[in-house]
């Protein structure tokens, strides 16, 4: 763009020899302005510098004495604008940052001023960017980013149509090297994640990355197993998630990773995941609040999940990193807690019928050629009501249809 290279290409190639006409300017002593010191803003400082430019610039979260590390003078932005010969952004589009070359901005800055968009369309302002290179307050325009793009729309003709104008197609990554990058830096980022071990970059799940990390692990799996088990309860449209231990301190993960268990068991639709949970249970109108308890009960978590009319409350606790153990339902507890994993099915009894509801279990899962493993039965309530819980073997994530056991109330089976 300072040397008009593009230009006198193109002329070049259609015969011309316009030494006069292409002159530039050096870099050597101007300033640069780079709004937004991030991965880029800094290698962009660290490049120009070997130019010999002046780099100041300004980014709300990179501290003064950070960027000075680097040879970046931080200032106000109504300091730099009238320093600046050169401007490039390398700021996210947000809010903020649409439109933050404008008129104003122009007007504020030295007459020939040159810019520099290779982040996002839209940061400078199309519109303003036409009126100022044709008035010649911007002296030069290098765009790589365009609000619309491909940009179809009639103005872009004469935009992109500016003498002064250098332009290409969002060629910012596309380089054979940057796009291997690229790719093994996602394949690295799949294989860490499913080894458990982390999540690194994700963009769009904020509270995931949270949700990964080891202290964060064991309340990741009670709290999906818990919903996995209000998933029993029928046709749930509230679950208050209340947190029992002090200890437990980011809890902004928790209504995903509850409600990924809760849909997951109602569906068996295995992809859904802590990304996609909230807003599959927006659209089906489950609504999940969070809140701490007074009352301390280390590693355990409480659901109260409203079905209907009636309200019913799960209690687990976690009992390692990748286990939870469940330790009631509607305060019928489970002696020493009922590990949440493998299949598991729930019936419900009367609490007297203890063995011969064992039994009829038994018979009703060897019908379909399964046996039980454990075996587990809560405190009766005050209805009497137990609730009867078998593990499968073997093993098996098709969901096991025992309705038509005899002397015992199939209710669900799950595979945790
Ligand atoms: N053209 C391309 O092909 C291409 C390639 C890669 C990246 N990009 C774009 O380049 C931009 C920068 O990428 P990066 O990797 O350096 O991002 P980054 O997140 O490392 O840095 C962005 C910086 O902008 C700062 N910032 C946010 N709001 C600001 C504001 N109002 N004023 C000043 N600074 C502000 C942030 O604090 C951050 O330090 C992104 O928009 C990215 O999408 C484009
Ligand atoms: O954000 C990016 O990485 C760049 O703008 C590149 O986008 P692309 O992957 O569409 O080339």
């Known amino acids: ?174 380089t054979s090297e940057a796009q291997l990058r690229v790719a093994e830096e996602i394949a690295e980022q799949f294989v860490t994640f499913f080894k458990g071990e982390g999540l690194v970059g994700a963009v769009n799940a904020g509270s995931l990355a949270v949700a990964m990390s080891a202290s964060n692990k064991p309340w990741l799996i009670l709290a999906r197993s818990l919903g996995i088990v209000t998933s029993v309860l029928g046709s749930v449209s509230n679950i208050e998630i209340t947190v029992q231990d002090p200890n437990m301190k980011e809890t902004s993960f928790l209504p995903a990773a509850v409600v990924s268990g809760h849909l997951y068991g109602t569906t068996g639709d295995k992809n859904i995941n802590l990304i996609n949970a909230m807003p599959l249970a927006n659209e089906k109108g489950i609504k999940l609040s969070v809140a701490k308890s007074d009352s301390v009960e280390p590693k355990t978590l409480k659901l109260t999940a409203t079905v209907g009319s009636a309200k019913f409350v799960v209690v687990g606790k976690s009992a390692s990193d990748n286990m939870g153990l469940l330790t009631s339902i509607d305060n019928n507890s489970f002696a020493g807690g009922l590990p949440m994993d493998g299949s598991l099915v729930f019936f419900t009894g009367t609490g007297s019928q203890a063995g011969s509801g064992f039994s009829s279990i038994e018979a009703a899962l060897a019908k379909k050629n399964y046996a039980a493993s454990a075996l587990y039965r809560s405190t009766a309530g005050q209805d009497q009501v137990a609730w009867y819980v078998a593990r499968v073997t073997p093993d098996t994530k098709e969901s096991i249809d025992l309705s038509d056991s005899t002397g015992i109330k199939f209710i669900s089976s799950k595979y945790f």
């Not at 980014?59 to 932005?77: H, N, Q, R, T, Y």
């Not at 369309?121 to 365009?146: H, P």
């Open 1 to 174: 763009m300072a040397r008009n290279i593009p230009q006198a290409c193109a002329t070049l190639k259609n015969g011309a020899w316009d030494r006069k006409l292409f002159s530039g300017n050096e870099l050597y002593g101007k300033t640069l302005a780079i709004l937004g010191l991030g991965r880029i803003g800094k290698e962009v400082a660290l490049r120009m510098q070997s130019y010999g430019m002046k780099t100041i610039g300004y980014d709300p979260i990179v501290p003064a004495e950070v960027s000075k590390e680097f040879g970046v003078e931080s200032l106000p932005l109504d300091k730099i604008w009238p320093q600046a010969d050169f401007i490039t952004v390398h700021v996210p589009l947000i809010p903020q940052t649409k439109h933050l070359i404008n008129d104003d901005v122009f007007s504020r800055c030295k007459k020939g001023v040159r810019v520099v968009n290779v982040a996002r369309g839209g940061i400078i302002d199309e519109e303003s960017l036409l009126r100022n290179l044709k008035s010649g307050q911007c002296g030069g325009a290098g765009l790589d980013v365009f609000v619309e793009e491909p940009p179809k729309s009639e103005y872009y003709k004469e935009l992109l149509n500016q003498p002064k104008m250098v332009c290409t197609p969002h060629l910012g990554a596309s």
